[in-house]
Nanobody
Framework: QVQLVESGGGLVQPGGPLRPSCALSGNILRDSSIDWFRQAPGQARELVAHITTGGNTTYAASVRGRFTIARDDAKNTVYLKMDSLKPEDTAVYSC???????????????????WGQGTLVTVSL
């Protein structure tokens, strides 16, 4: 059974760091690209960071230079290192896995999407 479980959210002061993580079960990470999304109350969900199976990364303009996404396939875990946090970074942060695997010699693939339940990050004095 595949599960994504986020942890490491919490309350932090402006300017401080936080490092939430996403633990994946079900042996899917090596075949998955991973996103971190966030959603603040009353706002649309926003893509924050993305990492491919090869380790290439992209970031939203609002977090570029402050956030770093990283993956440890051996530990089945993806991290979001957040520095210089601002009050506007307050949101529920969720991880998403886009799983792709070749399933036969003809090259047919299976694609699935998995979500975690989210972890709350609050940036406040």
């Amino acid at each position: 059974q595949v599960q994504l479980v986020e942890s490491g959210g919490g309350l932090v002061q402006p300017g401080g760091p936080l490092r939430p993580s996403c633990a994946l079960s079900g042996n899917i990470l090596r075949d998955s690209s991973i996103d971190w999304f966030r959603q603040a109350p009353g706002q649309a969900r926003e893509l924050v960071a993305h990492i491919t199976t090869g380790g290439n990364t992209t970031y939203a303009a609002s977090v570029r230079g402050r956030f770093t996404i990283a993956r440890d396939d051996a530990k089945n875990t993806v991290y979001l290192k957040m520095d210089s946090l601002k009050p506007e970074d307050t949101a529920v942060y969720s991880c998403h896995a886009e799983f792709n695997r070749v399933v036969n010699v003809e090259g047919a693939t299976v694609e699935k999407h998995y979500w975690g339940q989210g972890t709350l990050v609050t940036v406040s004095l």
